[in-house]
């Protein structure tokens, strides 16, 4: 997400006045833990989206900068994680050598396809491009001029693929409260608007991810000024032309975790469908780059 001041100073005022109620809230059903990542490299911070291993145990993220990052987990005996071991974050390339433009590089939404090569949407220059490999150039895909007249800083924030390596992207504001998310579809190397998301209030779109399941989850954030962030994460049934069996899979309440954008699901050893979210501190020192994550119910 961008940086607005607003909600920087808001969100700052939430933790310097310290105020309390929201931690002593139960978790939702199925939380699993939290845990914050930390380093002093300069382009650490902003994470905006993450892809976890199959196993659990590994992940790829990526900044709301242009870098990307990968961590390697250890976990205790609940299952939770207790370290991490990051990588030096790195920029993305563009075409060629260099990296990506400043104005250019604000990516939010990763996803990783079946055959290993990595998709990055942005949400300033509404685009999406194609990484054979992560450390490698970039390929860009045709772009919509519908894409032009998203709104600016609130475009493609998520980014998801599924098992038969069609990709799905929504931004993050939709124009209207009452005005339904666009979901795009690129397949065949084409791009098509089939369907909306129903917005709900101040919820918006920032993450998403195909579960081993085959269902969309869609993770949403609505801040509520000096009380912080709540999140929820939805799950839909995808058709050719619509979007159904919705459900509700998680809702945190206010202020019980910081600004959560990326989200990934996998199947843990136990056989239980995980959601694990990462928040974007802003590069804020006051927010926190935390690794979230809820057991789902079957």
Same mark, same amino acid.
């Given at each position: 997400m961008p940086? %607005?001041?607003l909600l920087a100073l808001m969100a700052?005022?939430?933790? $310097?006045?310290?105020?309390?109620? @929201?931690?002593?809230?139960?978790?939702?059903?199925?939380f699993v833990g939290a845990f914050a990542l930390q380093s002093d490299h300069e382009l650490f911070g902003g994470l905006s989206s993450i892809e976890m291993s199959e196993d659990g145990l590994s992940f790829l993220a990526i900044t709301d900068r242009g870098a990307w990052l990968r961590g390697t987990l250890t976990r205790g005996p609940q299952d939770q994680i207790t370290d991490a071991t990051l990588t030096e974050p790195r920029l993305l390339r563009g075409r060629f050598e260099a990296p990506l433009e400043a104005g250019r590089n604000d990516s939010e939404g990763l996803a990783v396809a079946p055959d290993g090569s990595v998709y990055i949407s942005?949400?300033? $220059?509404?685009? $999406?491009?194609?990484?054979?490999?992560i450390d490698g150039p970039a390929q860009n895909l045709i772009t919509p001029r519908e894409f032009a007249s998203l709104q600016r800083n609130s475009a493609l924030e998520a980014l998801a693929v599924s098992a038969d390596g069609t990709l799905y992207t929504i931004p993050e504001r939709s124009g209207q409260l009452t005005r339904p998310f666009p979901v795009w579809r690129y397949r065949d190397?084409?791009? !098509?608007?089939?369907?909306?998301?129903? %917005?709900d209030g101040g919820y918006l779109v920032v993450g998403a991810d195909f579960g081993p399941d085959g269902r969309l989850y869609v993770l949403e954030r609505e801040f509520h000024g000096i009380a912080g962030f709540s999140s929820r994460l939805r799950s839909f049934a995808v058709g050719e032309d619509s979007l159904t069996d919705e459900r509700t899979e998680l809702e945190s309440g206010t202020g019980q975790h910081d600004n959560l954008e990326g989200v990934s699901i996998w199947? !843990?050893?136990?056989? @239980?469908l995980r959601a694990t979210m990462i928040s974007d501190d802003n590069f804020n020192f006051f927010q926190t780059t935390e690794i979230v994550e809820y057991r789902l119910s079957p």
């Open positions: 940086k %607005r001041p700052g005022a939430f933790l $310097v006045l310290g105020l309390e109620g @929201s931690a002593s809230q139960p978790y939702s059903e199925g942005f949400e300033n $220059v509404a685009r $999406v491009l194609r990484y054979p490999t190397g084409k791009w !098509d608007q089939p369907f909306g998301l129903r %917005r199947r !843990d050893a136990g056989g @239980s």
